[in-house]
Nanobody
């Protein structure tokens, strides 16, 4: 299983960014994909997830109303639209796959991980 994130970069406060996660060599029918982030000196935080069963989404309070997770499951691609970003959103953003389709923002529930993409929000 391979996950490749893209779309990170430098953005100004209040700006937008769209991250992509492409999944390959994965053949489960029911699964969930989550976006996580880890800022320097902080623990990894689950921020959004979506499952392939009914496309239900779950968000962390820290991003609710600003970030949107979406998917093209036929292409095994999941997106994270980040709007109205703030410096506190600066982190390494990673996507991960959970094999049973459970809606979870807990990193330990996920089985496969990408390498991450860096997002930096300037003041």
């Amino acid at each position: 299983v391979q996950l490749v994130e893209s779309g990170g970069g430098l953005v100004q406060t209040g700006g937008s960014l769209r991250l992509s996660c492409v999944i390959s060599d994965f053949y489960f029918d029911d699964y969930a994909v989550g976006w996580f982030r880890q800022a320097p000196g902080k623990e990894r935080e689950g921020i959004a997830c979506i499952n392939s069963v009914d496309s239900k989404t779950v968000y962390a309070d820290s991003v609710k109303g600003r970030f949107t997770i979406s998917s093209n499951f036929a292409k095994k691609t999941v997106y994270l639209q980040m709007n109205t970003v703030v410096p506190e959103d600066t982190a390494i953003y990673s996507c991960a796959v959970e094999e049973f389709g459970y809606d979870s923002l807990v990193p330990d529930d996920y089985d496969y991980w990408g390498q991450g993409t860096r997002v930096t929000v300037s003041p």
